[in-house]
């Protein structure tokens, strides 16, 4: 990834989701206080019907469905959602329990921050929960990064460990991911609208902080 700087007052965010939403809920919640520096603008789905939508409606935010079905190709979807996207003007878009990989006509527009239920590089894709537990880890966690083209490759922004209890079963540990995951997350993203940062190869810094340091 180049060097890239960004400085972003106005912190307009497009929350991309295809479930529960609970990491969007979280982002609503935080931007409620105008101290926070950033507001969802809109969110996006690849599907109707789900939770994740109808937080965002109850919020009075703006939804754009765009469902991979309804294109003849993954590269005409690519150019839906990246319009879709555009229309609400960015200045970062958070995918956040958003079960697509995002092609370049949105990672060549827009910075997007992508969170992950494990400690990557480890269990990337869409079972991180559920590859840690079968590997018999005793420490897993969340990671903020900036999304690429790969999946969970992206330049890590934030971690945080979460020890793996006697017991766990894939439901009970990914609810205690969650928790820590949702405030990371809006941590991250309120840090990264206030303070600016920038990117240099893998290395994500917020204002004067290392990407990796939760301080
Ligand atoms: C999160 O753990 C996210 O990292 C993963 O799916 C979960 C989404 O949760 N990809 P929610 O929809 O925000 O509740």
């Given at each position: 990834?180049?060097?890239?700087?960004?400085?972003?007052?106005?912190?307009?965010?497009?929350?991309?989701?295809?479930?529960?939403?609970?990491?969007?809920?979280?982002?609503?919640?935080?931007?409620?206080?105008?101290?926070?520096?950033?507001?969802?603008?809109?969110?996006?789905?690849?599907?109707?019907?789900?939770?994740?939508?109808?937080?965002?409606?109850?919020?009075?935010?703006?939804?754009?469905?765009?469902?991979?079905r309804d294109y003849p190709s993954r590269e005409d979807w690519d150019v839906a959602i990246a319009a879709a996207i555009a229309a609400h003007q960015p200045d970062l878009v958070i995918s956040a329990g958003f079960m697509k990989i995002l092609g370049a006509p949105t990672l060549e527009s827009f910075p997007v921050v992508n969170t992950h239920p494990a400690l990557l590089p480890a269990f990337p894709g869409a079972h991180g929960v559920r590859d840690?537990?079968?590997?018999?880890?005793?420490?897993?966690?969340?990671?903020?990064m900036l999304a690429d083209d790969g999946i969970d490759t992206g330049p890590i922004i934030a971690q945080e460990p979460v020890r793996v209890l006697p017991g766990d079963d894939e439901a009970g540990l990914h609810e205690r991911i969650k928790t820590v995951e949702r405030r990371l997350l809006v941590d991250t993203v309120g840090r990264m609208v206030r303070e600016g940062w920038t990117v240099s190869g893998r290395t994500v810094r917020i204002g004067n902080h290392i990407g990796g340091e939760n301080s």
């Open positions: 990834m180049s060097i890239g700087v960004c400085v972003s007052k106005a912190g307009r965010l497009v929350v991309l989701v295809s479930g529960s939403g609970t990491n969007l809920q979280a982002l609503l919640d935080a931007s409620a206080d105008p101290s926070y520096g950033a507001r969802v603008v809109a969110v996006g789905a690849d599907r109707e019907g789900i939770e994740g939508l109808a937080r965002a409606s109850r919020a009075g935010v703006p939804i754009f469905v765009r469902n991979v840690a537990l079968a590997y018999g880890v005793t420490v897993t966690g969340c990671t903020v």
